[in-house]
């Protein structure tokens, strides 16, 4: 345990291949991950005879963001999107606010995972392995079929690159939508947690919302609700 407990307090004081300070998160999964092959290695191995995570605390985390757009920033966000040079920005953010998958599970999106008739979505590349659908609100499916008709036959991405092979960069066009609609302290993925809190003051259910965003667990989503 004393030895573990002092790589973790290196990992914590070793900045990432970006030059950042790893977070307490971060570095609480990569001791629950270790922590995970040492209980293996007890009950199913019996490699050794205890696992020595257990016996460290867990460090504390930070609390997890909470920004959510009001309505009125909803409104002059999507107005500002569309109004982008980003053929894509619109029905990017449109998508995220009405379905509150994350960005990089849109920005894999093929034609081929998109069911016009049944107004779905088939999300097979998600953070936690586990392929899902979600549901295409009328707005969002009459982007899609916009784009559809403008397409490339030989790019499978929705949103595919005009110049190459491969996924989009939104950043920048993303950040000058921001700007324009005068709205701060706002990232992507605060679009996830805004579709998470309206669809609960609507009257979505946990598990409606587990469904939605892929989450494991209640406790993640209460984080974001």
């Not at 971060?26 to 991950?33: A, E, H, L």
């Not at 779905?120 to 998600?126: D, G, H, N």
């Not at 679009?191 to 469904?211: D, V």
Request: charged share 25%; with cysteine; proline share 4%.
């Amino acid at each position: 345990s004393e030895l573990v407990g002092k790589e973790r307090l290196i990992l914590l004081d070793t900045p990432t291949p970006k030059g950042k300070k790893r977070a307490s998160a971060t570095v609480n999964r990569y001791i629950s991950t270790l922590s995970s092959l040492l209980s293996y290695a007890v009950k199913e191995l019996r490699w050794i005879s205890e696992n020595p995570c257990l016996n460290l605390k867990k460090l504390k985390e930070n609390p997890g963001r909470d920004r959510v757009l009001s309505a009125e920033e909803i409104d002059k966000l999507l107005a500002t999107c569309r109004k982008s040079k980003s053929p894509y920005l619109y029905c990017i953010v449109l998508l995220s606010l009405t379905t509150g998958a994350r960005q990089g599970e849109i920005l894999n999106l093929q034609w081929c995972d998109i069911d016009f008739k049944n107004s779905i979505a088939s999300l097979k590349e998600t953070k936690n392995g586990r392929p899902r659908s979600i549901a295409l609100a009328p707005e969002v499916v009459t982007e899609l079929q916009k784009l559809y008709q403008d397409r490339k036959p030989n790019k499978p991405l929705v949103f595919a690159s005009r110049t190459a092979f491969g996924k989009i960069d939104i950043k920048k066009a993303w950040q000058k939508a921001l700007k324009r609609a005068g709205i701060e302290n706002c990232c992507a993925h605060d679009m996830r947690h805004t579709f998470a809190t309206l669809a609960a003051s609507l009257g979505a259910s946990n598990l409606e919302l587990l469904t939605a965003m892929g989450h494991r667990s209640l406790d993640m989503l209460q984080r974001y609700t």
